[in-house]
């Protein structure tokens, strides 16, 4: 069975420093990964999805970055954190072959930006 | 542009006392609704795909339904552990992309 592993599942950094939040999935193969934002009372907000490796797409402009550096690893990085950047980052995969939709997501990592 | 609305926000029931929640959707081309559940601090639980009108989905005291301009999520005698969040989000097929998520409905049941 496939299963999506996220770490830290808790951060607390001060402005301005670097970030890296780690996706991995296990038990498939070429799946899409995508990276979400979850704010109260905003809902799920998705910043980034690859359909490969090395291959990226931001939905949101921001200070944040993607990476695909293997098939099933995706990172979400940032050079200097912004105190807006706080929140509950969702790591998810979807079957890239049938592309019906249905997401799979990781336990998540709070963030907070002080 | 694709929009999904869930209604209530937030909703809150004796144990036993059954309800539905509701999301309408307006997407060009549904391909798929899918219904969620989270737990406060984890990440969304897949729980339901719904491809057609009239479709309808059970899992243990859940039920859901679909039309062409809304899912229902019909929770039957429930308790305590069915409290949680619950998203429905809409697949419009758009790439890897093209799926709009609705914010959710909080769903407190007391025991």
């Known amino acids: 069975s496939q299963t999506i592993h996220q770490w830290p599942a808790t951060l607390v950094q001060p402005v301005g420093s670097p970030l890296s939040l780690e996706c991995t999935v296990e038990?498939?193969?070429?799946?899409?990964l995508y990276w979400y934002r979850q704010a109260a009372g905003r809902g799920l907000q998705l910043l980034f999805y690859?359909?490969?490796?090395?291959?990226i797409s931001s939905e949101v402009p921001q200070n944040l970055s993607a990476s695909r550096p293997q098939d099933r690893q995706f990172i979400l990085s940032s050079k200097k954190l912004l105190l807006s950047d706080s929140g509950f980052y969702l790591c998810?995969?979807?079957?890239?072959?049938?592309?019906?939709?249905?997401?799979?997501f990781g336990e998540g990592s709070r963030l907070t930006v002080l | 542009e694709d929009q999904v609305t869930q209604s209530p926000e937030a909703l809150r029931l004796q144990e036993g006392e059954s309800s539905s929640l509701n999301c309408s959707y307006t997407v060009s081309g549904l391909r798929g609704l899918f219904w969620y559940r989270q737990d406060p601090g984890k990440g969304p639980e897949f729980l339901f795909t719904?491809?057609?009108a009239g479709e309808e989905k059970e899992k243990e005291r859940l039920k859901a339904t679909l039309t062409k301009k809304e899912s229902f999520l019909h929770i039957t005698a429930p308790k305590p552990e069915d409290s949680a969040t619950y998203l429905c989000?809409?697949?419009?097929?758009?790439?890897?992309?093209?799926?709009?998520f609705g914010k959710g409905t909080h769903l407190i049941i007391q025991p």
């Open positions: 690859s359909v490969g490796i090395g291959q």
């Open positions: 038990g498939t193969s070429n799946p899409n």
């Open positions: 719904l491809y057609s």
């Open positions: 998810a995969w979807s079957a890239r072959r049938t592309n019906t939709g249905e997401l799979f």
């Open positions: 989000a809409a697949h419009s097929g758009g790439g890897a992309d093209g799926l709009t």
